[in-house]
């Protein structure tokens, strides 16, 4: 599990790296040539493109995740993460169909390799046998990834806004 924890931070920061470092498209919501009739204001974004959704690539590869531990539950989360997280980020014009597909790949992908991949897994259990008697350092870092994960890991998007800074400096 925290091999695919490890993934996911990796695919969250791929996806957000790549929404400031290509450019696939605009988000529907700010292409003026788009006639959209949303709740959402048409207010400029630091990440105008779009691909893939890091929000759906965190929530893919967090039903991944459970996927990997329990099969139909892990099924159960895809169907959630499509309907309650992928859907309506098409629907209000923040995305298009084809940067949740891009999510739905990139992330999960992600956590299948981590998964897979005997080097992570023994990393952690040496990491574990490390800290058996400090569970608490493992509780506290947890619960810094889940806060992050929570606000869609704004230290890891304002890493990225500096390395762009510095690449185009």
């Not at 400031?20 to 949303?38: K, M, N, S, W």
């Not at 779009?50 to 169907?79: I, M, Q």
């Amino acid at each position: 599990m925290l091999a695919g924890l490890m993934a996911i931070c990796l695919a969250t920061m791929l996806s957000v790296w790549s929404q400031f470092h290509t450019a696939v498209h605009i988000r529907p919501i700010l292409d003026l040539a788009i006639p959209l009739d949303t709740v959402m204001p048409r207010t400029p974004w630091d990440r105008t493109n779009s691909f893939p959704s890091d929000t759906a690539t965190l929530f893919f590869s967090l039903a991944a995740v459970v996927l990997v531990e329990k099969r139909w539950l892990g099924l159960f989360c895809f169907a959630w993460v499509a309907l309650i997280i992928a859907i309506p980020r098409v629907v209000v014009g923040l995305h298009y169909p084809s940067d949740i597909i891009g999510a739905l790949v990139l992330g999960p992908a992600l956590v299948f390799i981590f998964a897979s991949l005997p080097y992570p897994k023994r990393l952690f259990e040496c990491a574990l046998r490390w800290f058996d008697g400090r569970m608490y350092i493992v509780h506290a870092f947890l619960f810094i990834f889940l806060a992050e994960a929570f606000d869609m890991f704004p230290s890891l998007q304002a890493l990225g806004k500096m390395f762009a800074r510095l690449l185009h400096a």
